[in-house]
C-alpha cells in the first residue's frame, strides 16, 4: 500500500459536447459584447494604451515570458475583426430576444383576440405553440453566439501568444459573409 494522495477528479472538458445552459448564456452576454469591446480596443490602440487594448477590451490574458507584444497593425485588426464578429452576433441576440419575447412571454405581449393564432382560440393553445416554435430558435440562437464566442477566442489567439488555427480567419471571413447576405436577403422581402 502506497501513501499517494488521492488522484485528482477530472473534470469533463467543457469544449466538447453541448454546452450547459450557464455557460451558453455567458458565452451570448460575451457575444453580445463583442462589438463594444472591438471598437474600445481599436480606439485604446489608437490614443496608445495598446496594453489596455490587448488585455480589457480584446481579452487576452497576460503573454507568455519572452513574447513581444502586438503592434499597433494587429491590434487594430484584431479589433476590427471583433467588431465584425459583434455585429454578427447581433442577428442571433435579435432572434434570441424575439424568441423570449414571442415564445416565453406570448400572453403577456400580444393580448389581441386569439382566433387567428398558432395555437388558437385560446390563449394557452397559442401561448404553447409559440413557446413550441421558439424553444428550437432559442436554442440555435445560443448556439451561434456560444459559436462567435468562440470563433473571436480563436482569431485573437496571436494576442496571447498562442496559435491561431489555420481554419479561423476563413470562418469568421464566411460567417461575416453568410451574415451580410442575411441581412440583405431580409431587407429585400420586407414590404
Do not use: K
Not at 462567435?148 to 469568421?172: C, I, K, S, V, Y
Amino acid at each position: 500500500m502506497t501513501n499517494r494522495p488521492p488522484a485528482a477528479v477530472r473534470r469533463p472538458d467543457s469544449s466538447s459536447g453541448p454546452p450547459r445552459l450557464a455557460a451558453a448564456a455567458r458565452h451570448a452576454g460575451l457575444a453580445v459584447t463583442l462589438f463594444p469591446a472591438g471598437a474600445l480596443a481599436v480606439c485604446s490602440t489608437l490614443t496608445g494604451h495598446r496594453e489596455a487594448a490587448r488585455r480589457r477590451w480584446l481579452r487576452a490574458g497576460p503573454l507568455p515570458l519572452g513574447a513581444p507584444a502586438p503592434g499597433v497593425a494587429r491590434l487594430v485588426f484584431h479589433g476590427a475583426l471583433t467588431i465584425l464578429l459583434g455585429v454578427l452576433a447581433l442577428l442571433p441576440a435579435g432572434v434570441l430576444a424575439l424568441a423570449i419575447a414571442r415564445g416565453l412571454l406570448y400572453g403577456f405581449v400580444d393580448q389581441a383576440p386569439h382566433d387567428q393564432s398558432w395555437g388558437g382560440p385560446s390563449l394557452a393553445g397559442a401561448w404553447l405553440a409559440h413557446f413550441a416554435v421558439a424553444l428550437p430558435c432559442a436554442a440555435l440562437a445560443l448556439v451561434i453566439l456560444t459559436g462567435l464566442t468562440r470563433l473571436n477566442r480563436h482569431t485573437t489567439a496571436p494576442l496571447r501568444g498562442e496559435r491561431r488555427p489555420a481554419w479561423a480567419l476563413p470562418a469568421a471571413a464566411v460567417s461575416c459573409a453568410l451574415g451580410l447576405f442575411f441581412v440583405i436577403a431580409f431587407v429585400h422581402q420586407l414590404p
